[in-house]
């Protein structure tokens, strides 16, 4: 019998981990966003028809090897499907578009991050710089989402839209990936 509820408990386990970890998705190039991954709940307080909830995270852990440290970080930009959500009969491919170039653009400051943190000579006070250079990388990303949404008017603009998605794209070449 005790057998029987511990195969439960690990089960239950199991089950709530995958489903916590199952309401982020990291940006892939090959896995576009679709409109049921918006399953937050709506703000009744926001007047656009759709939100979309990114976020940067970071990582790393140094060694020290000949007197010398290194640094290795693990980066990654991610969508948070509980946080993200669209009003109902509002799902329109135009709109996801708009939605998945705001991930795009994370993905594409995840990777800003990447180069920022691998080509800092650290001092005896990396944690600070470290924090530094995130916090200087979040504001450059907020102003980033900014503009492109009053550039676009929030996707109503469509040649704005289409200047963006090719500006985007290109950057994300030119980018280093992590």
């Known amino acids: 019998m005790k057998s029987i509820y511990f195969v439960l408990i690990v089960a239950f386990i199991c089950c709530v981990s995958g489903s916590l970890h199952a309401q982020t998705i990291k940006w892939d190039t090959n896995t576009p966003l679709t409109w049921t991954d918006f399953s937050g ?9 759709a939100h979309t909830q990114a976020r940067i995270n970071y990582n ?8 010398l440290f290194t ?14 959500w669209v009003r109902p009969g509002k799902e329109s491919p135009e709109l996801l ?8 653009i ?12 691998n080509t800092k000579k650290y001092t005896a006070n990396y944690e ?3 924090k530094d250079i995130f916090a200087q990388i ?9 503009k492109y949404d ?29």
């Open 150 to 178: 009053a550039e676009t008017n929030h996707s109503a603009n469509k040649d704005k839209q289409q200047e963006w998605e090719t500006y985007v794209k290109e950057q994300l070449k030119q980018t280093p990936s992590y």
């Open 71 to 84: 640094y290795e970080f693990k980066i990654d930009a991610g969508f948070e499907k509980n946080a993200s």
């Open 60 to 67: 790393y852990k140094w060694r020290k090897s000949d007197y």
């Open 41 to 49: 709940t709506i703000d009744k307080n926001n007047p656009y028809y």
């Open 97 to 104: 578009q708009h939605e998945q170039l705001h991930f795009d």
């Open 106 to 117: 994370s993905e594409l400051f995840a990777r800003k991050l990447s180069v920022a943190f």
């Open 138 to 146: 979040m504001k450059e990303v907020g102003a980033m989402q900014e």
């Open 128 to 130: 600070q710089e470290i």
